[in-house]
């Protein structure tokens, strides 16, 4: 029995990396579409949004079937309890992906970047796949040192979303009022999508450590 339970504890820790891959691929795909105003691109990414939600509902049944048939303690209760935590960042990180990737699909075939912005969307788009990567890696290899990573990446988006909002207050960007929208709404979807991040590393955190940081 402890090894058929070894197995569905590793069963879970794989379906985690899975969800993470697709969030990576996500918002790549978002950040790309939004920076080029690439349609396709975008409604690829709007498109697959559903299989993370899937993937991730999935991933809650089995978790809740794991506990109850289980009853873990320790760090195994504290990786299921992680894990329905973590699935529904993820997936409301890619939710974040698709949203980008709207706004590219609304300003079709005008940007919804404002002149001024670009690059710094660009450096927003960066943290946020730099992010997802290593998500990946540490859903996968559990290293505390990529907690500390993430959550310094955070920091840097942290400080780019606060120049958006400085620049969308100037008057020659608020001027145009789509363009402070689409800003707007961008840079708190970036933003956002680091905040939850951020959240897995607190629940990976708690695993390691059996402490909530």
Do not use: C, W
Request: net charge negative.
């Amino acid at each position: 029995m402890r090894e058929v339970f070894q197995q569905e504890l590793r069963e879970v820790q794989d379906r985690l990396v899975q969800i993470a891959e697709l969030v990576e691929g996500a918002i790549q795909g978002a950040t790309r579409a939004f920076g080029t105003s690439d349609v396709a691109l975008a409604e690829q990414v709007i498109d697959g949004a559903d299989e993370v939600d899937q993937l991730a509902s999935e991933l809650d049944e089995l978790t809740i079937d794991i506990l109850a048939r289980q009853q873990p303690v320790a760090s195994d209760l504290r990786l299921m309890v992680g894990a329905l935590r973590m699935s529904a960042s993820l997936e409301r990180m890619a939710d974040l992906a698709q949203h980008i990737a709207q706004l590219a699909r609304y300003r079709y075939p005008e940007s919804a970047i404002p002149q001024g912005l670009r690059k710094t969307f660009v450096k927003m788009g960066d943290i946020d796949i730099a992010m997802s990567a290593k998500l990946v890696e540490l859903l996968r290899a559990q290293e505390p040192r990529i907690i500390d990573e993430i959550r310094d990446l955070d920091d840097a988006l942290d400080e780019l979303h606060a120049k958006v909002f400085e620049k969308v207050l100037s008057d020659k960007i608020s001027a145009d009022a789509t363009g402070v929208v689409d800003a707007t709404l961008a840079s708190r979807y970036h933003e956002r999508f680091g905040d939850h991040a951020v959240n897995i590393t607190k629940q990976m955190n708690f695993f390691l450590s059996g402490a909530m940081e």
